[in-house]
């Protein structure tokens, strides 16, 4: 019983150390809900109106697709780059003489460094967590018909690969959650806070080198 005990944890600590200096790709796609999508103006305009009103986008549904390369620093513990694009229709908007500053789907790319833990278990698919910090740009014009700029932008993620494919890699379910620090979308004495964030769901499909 001993033996069977010890063979056991020297397996389980063997498949723990598997990873350790890998490098793999993931390309993942699904579907994009925001939860933040509220412009808020504040200022003047040029008639020397007051602005102060906080506008719902009424974001639709979207899309999400990218990919990242990871590598393992330790046994189940990996850094990660990632490049996400993210597509969402919402309403147009213009207040107060404002030029409107979302005439179109709102497009982002978000570039990301992720920590993530992925451990490895026998028999059972593999989970994993990771969160990430980045930078994110869009297609938003600012109130001068300039383009807005960037915002920070931070992310938390869970998944689980499944190793069913009759190809390598596999096959999984991911869901993130990513936020911003607001695109500013001001000019001219006028402040414009585009409020982003949302939910994103995606299969993925992951190789090992």
């Known amino acids: 019983m001993k ?26 796609a699904g579907a994009f809900q925001q939860t933040s999508d509220n412009i808020e103006f504040g200022g003047e305009d040029f008639l020397g109106n007051v602005i102060d009103v906080d506008v719902d986008t009424d974001a639709d549904t979207g899309f999400a697709i990218g990919g990242l390369l990871g590598y393992y620093i330790l046994p189940a513990i990996a850094l990660e780059g990632e490049m996400t694009y993210r597509s969402a229709n919402v309403d147009d908007v213009s207040v107060l003489g404002v030029s409107e500053s979302i005439d179109e789907d709102i497009n982002t790319l978000a570039f990301m460094v992720n920590g993530a833990f992925r451990p490895s278990l026998p028999l ?34 869970a998944g689980v690969s499944f190793d069913i494919l009759p190809t390598p890699g596999k096959i999984g ?18 402040d414009a806070d585009y409020e982003y964030a949302g939910l994103t769901g995606l299969i993925t499909y992951r190789k090992n080198f």
């Open 124 to 157: 059972l698919p593999e989970p994993y967590v990771g969160v990430g910090i980045g930078y994110i740009t869009s297609n938003l014009d600012d109130v001068d018909g300039d383009s807005a700029t960037g915002a920070f932008a931070y992310q938390v993620k």
């Open 173 to 190: 379910l991911e869901v993130a959650y990513l936020a911003t620090t607001d695109f500013d979308a001001g000019g001219g004495g006028i």
């Open 3 to 28: 033996s069977i005990i010890a063979y056991a944890a020297a397996s389980a600590a063997a498949l723990s150390f598997a990873h350790a200096g890998d490098t793999y790709i993931q390309l993942h």
